[in-house]
C-alpha cells in the first residue's frame, strides 16, 4: 500500500471510530426538542413533561427520613419518618404516598396519607395517634402547615404537570449549572400558592429551586433540593430538601437516609382504613 493510499485509510478508519463513539454515546444528555422561546406557555409545558417523562416508571419506592426542624433562633429539633411511595399508571390520577412518624414520642404514629389527583383536588387523611382519629384534610386546609413544619399538606402531594398552569420566564446560570426557569400556577381548589418559580437543571431536568408565593403574591417559601443520587440506573433523587420560610425565618430539612425501589408495595398498603395500622 503506497503512502498516500495508507494515510488515507487511517483518516477513513478514525472518521470511523469517532462515528462508532457517537452512535454509542446516543444523544446527549438534556438535549430536548423543546418549542420556541416564542411560546413561553408550550415551552413551559414541555418542560414539565420533560421532568415528569423522566421520572416514569420506578413503580413503588420506600425511604427512611429525618426531619430537622430550625427556629429563627437557631435551636433545632428531630423527627425521624418513613415514606412509601406508589406510583399510578392513569392520565388522571397521580400517586400514592404515605408518610409515617416514628420519633420522637409525641409524634410516633402520625400518619399523612395522600392520593394525588390530576383535575380534581388531592384526598388526604392524617391520623393522629393522641385522639387516636383519622382526619380528612379539607381543600381549604391544604395549604396549612404539615406537623408544625415549614411544608404545607399541598407541598407533600406528587406534583403532576397537570395541576398547573407552565410558562417558561428564561434560562440563566444556577450554581455550577444551567436551568430553565418555569414560572407555574395551581389550577387545583385551595392552594395557598399565587404562582410558583421552578429552577430546571437542562441536562437532567432536575428541579433545583422553587420559590413559592402567597396569596398576596409575596415570596413566602423556598425550597433547594440538595445533591441527586442515581438509582436503579434511571431515577434521580435528592439527598436532603431544605424549606426556608422568608417571613417567620424558620426552615424544615428533609434529609433522605435510604431508599428502596420496587419492594412490592401495591394500593391496599395506602387504603385510609390502614393508617391506625400504618406505625
Known sequence: MTGFHATKRRVELAAAAIFIT?????????????????DPAARGLAIAEEVEKRDRGWGDARAQMKMVLTNASGETSERELR??????????????????????????????????????????WLYLPAVKRVRRISSANKSGPFVGSEFAFEDLAAQEVGKFTHTWLRDEPCESRTCHVVERKPLYEGSGYTRQIVWIDMEHYLHRRIDYYDRKAALLKTLTFGEYELFLDRFWRPHDLEMAN????????LIWESYEFRTGLTPSDFAPTNLERAR
Open 22 to 38: 457517537v452512535l454509542a454515546a446516543g444523544p446527549r444528555a438534556g438535549a430536548t426538542s423543546l418549542p420556541p422561546e416564542s
Open 83 to 124: 415514606f412509601m411511595m406508589l406510583e399510578v399508571d392513569r392520565p388522571d390520577e397521580g400517586d400514592l404516598s404515605l408518610i409515617t412518624f416514628d420519633r420522637p414520642r409525641d409524634v410516633a404514629g402520625t400518619a399523612l396519607l395522600t392520593h394525588a389527583h390530576v383535575l380534581q383536588s388531592d384526598d388526604q
Open 246 to 253: 422568608h417571613e417567620s425565618g424558620k426552615t424544615t430539612r
